[in-house]
């Protein structure tokens, strides 16, 4: 069965600091697609990044970077010099592959982690 | 407009009420689907509609009922709630598999639901 674990359930930082939020998964499948969202007060979940399982590159996206590790199954994501503006929900998630007949997406998401950033 | 709008951002409504949660994308998306967000548990997918045909429903009360007349608007029609169904509830779309892989998913701002 496919799972996702965010084990911080709540991180706190001051304004500037760097911060990782964790995320290990478990999957069967050979192709799968990992996901980045960021919930913010106002409820709706935002795209930060998708990953397929074939590509290992990390990738840097201004003040955001992730760090995907196929071999210890890990999805981590870092926040370099942190903003109140970052202060969120963040989630992690995985789909499966689908077929080539036009599929869908079926997220499995963690647990999230709240991040409050202080000034 | 916003890719995925949902009405009411916020409904409260008692056990005997029958109500509806309408989404509507406009992205020219393929797949639509229900999320349910409470305090408790993780983001729990319910319902899944791929070019308006229903392909997943993960094990949710009849009490909840999805209707996708076209790719663009997905409702959720509510009847005889009990107060442990008060979450929020996120609607999405994405375009399904591409060249590249799954796409992601975009989200409305999920309806905050009270059942009294």
């Known amino acids: 069965a496919q799972k996702v674990t965010q084990a911080q359930t709540e991180i706190s930082v001051v304004e500037k600091e760097d911060v990782t939020l964790d995320c290990v998964y478990e999957t069967r499948d050979t192709t799968y697609y990992l996901f980045w969202y960021k919930q913010p007060p106002s409820g709706e979940l935002v795209f930060l990044i998708r990953?397929?399982?074939?590509?290992?590159q990390n990738e840097i996206s201004g003040r955001y970077s992730w760090n995907f590790q196929k071999s210890t199954s890990s999805f981590n994501f870092t926040i370099t010099a942190s903003q109140v503006v970052d202060s969120a929900v963040y989630f992690c998630?995985?789909?499966?592959?689908?077929?080539?007949?036009?599929?869908?997406?079926?997220?499995?998401f963690g647990a999230g982690t709240r991040l409050a950033v202080h000034p | 407009e916003t890719g995925v709008t949902q009405t009411p951002r916020h409904l409260v409504m008692g056990m005997t009420n029958k109500k509806s949660l309408k989404c509507e994308q406009h992205l020219g998306h393929n797949a639509m689907y229900w999320y349910k967000q409470s305090a408790k548990k993780p983001l729990e997918l319910m319902f899944v509609y791929n070019f308006k045909e229903q392909t997943e429903n993960n094990s949710v009360p009849s009490r909840f009922s999805p209707e996708c007349p076209n790719s663009s608007h997905l409702f959720l029609h509510l009847h005889t709630l009990q107060p442990e169904d008060s979450a929020l509830y996120l609607c999405?779309?994405?375009?399904?598999?591409?060249?590249?892989?799954?796409?992601?998913?975009?989200f409305g701002q999920g309806t905050r639901l009270t059942v009294v």
């Open positions: 998630a995985l789909s499966e592959a689908r077929g080539f007949s036009g599929g869908y997406n079926k997220l499995i």
């Open positions: 999405a779309s994405s375009q399904g598999f591409s060249g590249t892989g799954n796409t992601e998913a975009f």
């Open positions: 990953r397929n399982s074939f590509d290992e």
